[in-house]
């Protein structure tokens, strides 16, 4: 397994395919195929009425409530299939409204991530939904939290074309590429911005993830368009 980090506080661990099929968010299995909804990475993109060359598969963002919690009284309350706790494994509740929502992961310190977002307007309307369900619950007095920010989005796009990946190691510089195919069927790429990673497979299909705004995933997957038509 193969762990990128993005020069931040959050880390991302890759192999061949994500997929949902976990409570600890996506976890690594498979090949990499098309990434769906339903097994991890879905093709809505972050405007539906507006087609961009990259779409947005996944947001993940935290934020932090003004409390400490009692997971265990807490998970029982709410009972499951809503919420599930099991501190042997985890040290997070988990928090799910459908089996098709994204997870809410929430700390005893009253820290919370959402994970599986594929919109801006998913993400803030659950994160409303969450605090109008703690309020509802006696956890808070007014559905407001200390603060929340997005920490990544993951974002897919196609170069429209095979790719020969060792070739690429060497045109995008070996100082900036990883390539090992045996351990992971991707090259990863760090621009020289290192405000995201990339994901280049054979396909063509790319994986933009680590920025923290839908901007910084675009200009880096349209630099690298520019990047391959000009030098490669």
């Given amino acids: 397994m193969s762990t990128l980090s993005n020069g931040t506080n959050s880390s991302y661990s890759l192999h061949y395919e994500y997929t949902r099929g976990s409570d600890s968010g996506y976890t690594a ?13 879905g093709t809505k993109g972050h405007n539906d009425s507006e087609r961009r060359m990259i779409q ?7 934020g932090a409530l003004d409390v400490e919690l009692d997971l265990e009284r807490l998970a029982d309350d709410i009972g499951e299939p809503v919420a599930r706790y099991d501190p042997d494994k985890y040290p997070g509740m988990y928090l799910r409204f459908g089996e098709d929502e994204p997870l809410i992961t929430v700390y005893r310190t009253g820290k919370y991530i959402i994970t599986g977002a594929d919109s801006d307007d998913e993400l803030s309307s659950l994160r409303e939904r ?25 974002c897919t796009g196609d170069l429209e074309g095979a ?3 060792n070739a690429l190691a060497i045109g995008l510089g070996l100082e900036r ?33 680590g920025a923290r705004e839908f901007e910084i995933a675009e200009q880096a997957f349209k ?5 391959l038509s000009e030098s490669l």
């Fill in 177 to 209: 590429t990883e390539y090992e195919p045996e351990q992971f069927p991707g090259l990863i790429y760090r621009p020289e911005s290192r405000d995201c990673v990339i994901l280049i497979f054979a396909t063509g299909r790319v994986v933009v993830t």
């Fill in 223 to 227: 630099k690298l368009q520019n990047t």
């Fill in 56 to 62: 947005v598969v996944n947001i993940v963002g935290s």
């Fill in 130 to 154: 969450f605090l109008s369900f703690f309020v509802d619950t006696g956890v808070l007095e007014k559905p407001e939290d200390e603060w929340f920010s997005v920490q990544n989005y993951v």
């Fill in 29 to 41: 299995v498979g090949n990499q195929q098309e990434f769906t909804r339903s097994g991890g990475l």
């Fill in 163 to 165: 790719q020969n990946l």
